[in-house]
């Protein structure tokens, strides 16, 4: 029975992922000691505790509405770092993708006043066709993905920095409130606000994030353009020979993988929740830790939605650090010391397959044995 | 003028020596995805060579700073050593999570150090003004840095070791067909060991090179923008050739130079292009260039396959 569940693979996915958190979390806490060991343990507490920090229940639902408006984005970067994963493409271009999408909606919202539903719509293609890009490059040039996908989020951020300058406030490097600019650009709430003590950040956006994770699933798992798109993942030319469009089904991938990034821009700036800075000089690190994300959850939908959500509530909880000895960015350090461990992972499941293999062929080599001798009486 | 030629040598320096970096990983057979990372680690190793030390003579402070790149740029890339060839890990992750956990610590670290000397300062800022006069060298109306006769050293040591020494055939060997050269008696796994590390010495220097060019102070929240992986597409298009990598280098430099001066040369300042274009052309470049190229690559046949002793 236990060696049942030890053979699942779900549940070893399970064991590696919360291992990698153990060890990340030990190995931030050894960091803020050698850093500053007298508030060291309360610093990394005050983090795990995020809006657990706060004594009011109104404010600890605020709070874990404002983690929540902000793992929705994530989740849609992860979802396309897994997708693309899935299929043999590793999405580094999810970061651009991001940016993209959000310069996409900030600017249908700010300069054309569009309703929430085309900001959103408009995103999703600009997404797609920008991941198209790498999905053509790779295709046909054998361009390597991560590479382009490197390239274009540098091209992306200094293209959104630009275009939005066009709608920014003149005093200042932000970009302008949507919702004091186009009310109707901002995602509807549904009354989801109310749940968490009038946050009205909480929008649609969290529970279409979870529903859009379910149809990855299904998708990749239950149709048959799944089964293509992991065949050409699992080998390219195979799929060629089988009668299967590989170049389409490249070039498909990394679309859909642009549209639900850029979903994830339109996620987080459709709710007013941050403005975009036009004088950005790095890359957003929402595409990065959807990579951390996409690994811990193990590469699978449901398991992407419980590490998203784990990743943005140790970088929320980073701003209850001790701000006075150790900087917020000690979470960043955190996850992508686990994206480093999530290296380990196959090793780690290789390993334990091995010796659980290798028990069982001892064992058998027993039972012959025992059976000439159950033969005898 | 002058300028431009000045600042396209100071950054072909910079993307020759990673992408040297990167050729000596790749020839070993492991892709080092990891190289903006170790940039920005040998970055933070030079820099604090000149925060602790600001008064040491001019040429015990440029040995020093190399020194410390050097150092930190090496370590760095054992995280990528152990993972990709010990533990068989995926390089493309481990790579990744390089990057990203080179700008967290370094940001970490220098914030925590900065806090330390003055509880008021929560910048992830080191400043060098003084001490980058050191590496400087005014001939007329050119500016002579140091960094280029490094590059320059750098390149002739990295030909001849590839080319010219039983060490680099070998190396090379390993990436190529590792079964075979193991079966002659090569130890792949040290082989492969000796490419990351020697990555990461390039690396580092690079990372140096870099911050020590562009600025006076380094704010190391940013990292390197992306010069890593520039230095990789400089490393294809020059398939995996010293010599080709210079040339190659110079093209990217040339590109990257002008987004620094072109409001200075008058003929580029009266187009009115905007300034966002110049800094984007490096990348656009790059993706064109790899267009064309990429179809019939030259690369290690072995690299980015784990080396497993029992395998076929």
Redesign the interface.
Known sequence: MLKKILKNDGFQTLITSLLCIVVGLLLGFV?LLC??PTSAASSTIEMIKNFLHFSSTNLRLKNLGNTLAKAAPLLMCSLSVLFAYKVGL?N?GAAGQFVIGSCACIYAALAWHAPWFVCLLFSIVVGAVYAGIVGL?KAY????E???G??????GL??T??LLTTVKDPNSPYTLHIADVSPGSILPTLGLDKLFSNNKYVTIAIPLAIIIAIAILVLLEKTKLGYELRATGNNKNAAKYAGMAEKRNIILTLAIAGALAAMGGAFLYLTDYELWNCTE??VP?MG?NG??AA?LGGLNPIGAILSSYFIQHITNGGAYVD?????S??S??I???I??L???V??LKYALNNAMRKSEEKKAQKTPVDLEKGGKK | MVLLIQYTIIFTSVLMLVALGGCFAEHSGVIN?GLEGIMVLGSLGGALVMRFFPNLPGPVMIIAVLAGAIIFGMLYSC?LGV?AIN????Q???G???N??S???A??FV??MN??AN?DD?S?VIQYNAQKQNFLLKVGGFEFNIFMLVAVVGLVVAYLTLYKTKFGLRLMACGEHPQAADSVGINVYKMRWAGVLISGIYGGLGGITYIMVSAAEWKF???V??FG??A??VM?FGQWNPLRICLTALLFGLFRALASVYSGIDFLANLNI?S?LY??LP??I??VV???T??N?RAPKAEGIPYDKGQR
Request: hydrophobic letters at 60%; proline letters at 2%.
């Open positions: 960091v850093i500053n590793f580094i490059l040039c054998n361009v390597n991560v590479i382009s490197i390239m274009l989020n540098w091209i200094y293209t920095n630009a000089t790095a690190a990065f990579i951390a690994f701000l006075k000895v150790y900087s960015q000690i960043d350090l996850s992508s010391l994206i480093y999530c290296g380990f196959f090793f | 995805l995280l993972a533990f068989k890990a995926d493309t992750i481990v990744t999570a390089m990203m956990l700008v967290a610590a940001t970490v914030k925590a806090t330390a509880p929560v992830s929240e940013v990292g923008h992306g992986f520039l990789l597409a294809i905007p966002t800094n984007m990348y656009i790059s993706l790899l267009a064309l990429s179809k690559s």
